[in-house]
């Protein structure tokens, strides 16, 4: 029967290692947790804090001389660049709205044409006949017209005249006679 010996930490034994390797100075220990940026000397916070020598500095200013003009001109480039972009995302959307207008334009065309295309004496001769005989009549006009006549007859003489006609003519004309009777862009 063998003995297993337990082995110390890996942790544990590096600690003793670093305690005994390493002489105790007065020097400030900081424990860095991993991740964490490192800490930086004291060193070479103030060798960075120092000012760089006069030819340095004067090689550096003639530097930043020489390319402020071009760097203003790339930066007033760039700027008249996205103007461009801006400018013409503003006339795309004043071409949609303008081409919205001029459908719009059509539309209330159409509606007013389609309104005056039933003039008062057909209107007349309409209200006139019986509604059966009417009823057939509109059957065989024009859907715009035919709905225009009913529109312009009083209610009562055009709901008898739909009550004669088949059911599939009556619903087509009832439905352009109420897309007609809008006051509000159907689009």
């Known amino acids: 029967m063998s003995v297993i010996k337990p082995r110390p930490a890996p942790l ?3 600690t003793l290692l670093a305690l005994t390797v390493l002489p105790a100075t007065g020097a400030e220990v900081r424990q860095v947790l991993p991740g964490a940026p490192e ?3 004291q060193e070479e916070l103030q060798r960075e804090a120092t000012p760089l020598p006069d030819s340095n ?5 003639r530097f ?3 390319i402020a003009d071009a760097a203003r001109d790339r930066r007033y480039a760039l700027q008249a660049e996205e103007l461009k972009q801006l400018q013409g995302e503003v006339d795309k959307r004043i071409r949609a709205l303008e081409d919205k207008r001029a459908e719009y334009e059509t539309w209330l065309k159409r509606r007013e ?3 005056a295309r039933a003039e008062e004496s057909v209107v007349s001769i309409y209200a006139g006949m019986k509604p059966d005989a009417a009823a057939e009549r509109l059957a065989m006009v024009e859907t715009d017209l035919a709905a225009a006549i009913l529109m ?3 209610a ?3 709901s008898v005249i739909l009550n004669e006609m088949n059911q599939k003519a009556a619903a087509i004309l009832t439905s352009v006679m109420a897309s007609a009777a809008r006051r509000t862009d159907p689009s």
């Open 152 to 154: 312009k007859l009083d």
């Open 12 to 14: 544990l034994l590096a």
């Open 113 to 115: 044409l389609f309104l």
């Open 57 to 61: 500095a004067s090689e550096v200013q």
């Open 156 to 158: 009562r003489k055009a």
């Open 39 to 41: 800490t930086v000397a």
């Open 64 to 66: 930043c001389s020489n």
